[in-house]
């Protein structure tokens, strides 16, 4: 029935999420054109929310969990394991207090409706993977925003999504460079357990009734630690929370 339901339900899920993106749109350019960011910033809170909504709509159980972990008066990094496009509406809506920015590939910052808007008007990295030197100087203006307006910015060190969500080694060249400019953030461990079994056979079909949980961690202070086993530290964590073997 599970399976019968994925097929059925997928193509209404993927209208829905079309919609949303497509409506929401034109009034988060209103918004920021008449008004402001801080208005714009009000249309993506909405708009992450119904896409995270959305997922009902695949019959998902979805659950936050720890939310009151996440520090606040500081900077923080966000540093999560990648399984999906839908891991993005989730870690903006856990972390929504926090105007969160994200390191992104440059291909996304255009022709995307709401979604290459908000990248490139809420000052997200937009990195060139082809160029490391632009990489760099883009993850450290993002460190050094951070750092001056207590903002966060999610980091998914595993540099692409993990197809059968088994977490894949966790890189620190990002991490690095966005502590060096942000000596004052707290990284915050984020596990996201459940978008690649709904993709289990990729964009299509989604499979029906998944259970989704977004797990905040214990924040850890990077003062004085080596950046490596830091994260070594929090592929641990993050695979043991995700229930696979270390």
Not at 94 to 101: G, I, L, Q, R, W
Not at 178 to 200: Q, T
Not at 211 to 219: G, S
Request: proline residues 5%; positive net charge; hydrophobic residues 45%.
């Amino acid at each position: 029935m599970k399976i019968f339901l994925g097929y059925l339900i997928t193509p209404i899920f993927y209208i829905y999420y079309a919609l949303v993106l497509l409506i929401l749109h034109p009034f988060q350019v209103g918004a920021n054109i008449i008004f402001g960011d801080h208005a714009r910033r009000r249309v993506v809170d909405a708009l992450n929310f119904f896409l995270v909504g959305g997922l009902f709509i695949m019959g998902c159980r979805i659950r936050f969990i720890d939310r009151e972990k996440i520090p606040s008066g500081r900077p923080i990094i966000i540093v999560s394991n990648h399984q999906s496009l839908f891991d993005i509406p989730a870690v903006v809506w856990a972390f929504k207090k926090m105007y969160t920015k994200f390191i992104s590939k440059i291909e996304l910052g255009k022709n995307l409706p709401s979604i290459s808007y908000n990248l490139v008007h809420g000052k997200s990295a937009l990195i060139d993977r082809k160029n490391g030197a632009q990489s760099v100087k883009e993850i450290f203006k993002l460190g050094k925003l951070i750092q001056e307006n207590q903002y966060a910015a999610c980091i998914f060190p595993e540099g692409t999504r993990s197809k059968n969500g088994r977490v894949k080694k966790f890189m620190s060249a990002g991490v690095n460079t966005l502590l060096r400019a942000a000596p004052d953030a707290i990284i915050v461990p984020f596990a996201i357990n459940g978008h690649s079994r709904l993709m289990y056979k990729g964009m299509f079909p989604l499979k029906f009734g998944q259970r989704i949980t977004y797990k905040v961690l214990d924040p850890i202070e990077p003062k004085g630690k080596d950046v490596e086993i830091l994260l070594k530290d929090i592929q641990s964590d993050i695979k043991l929370e995700l229930k696979q073997n270390i």
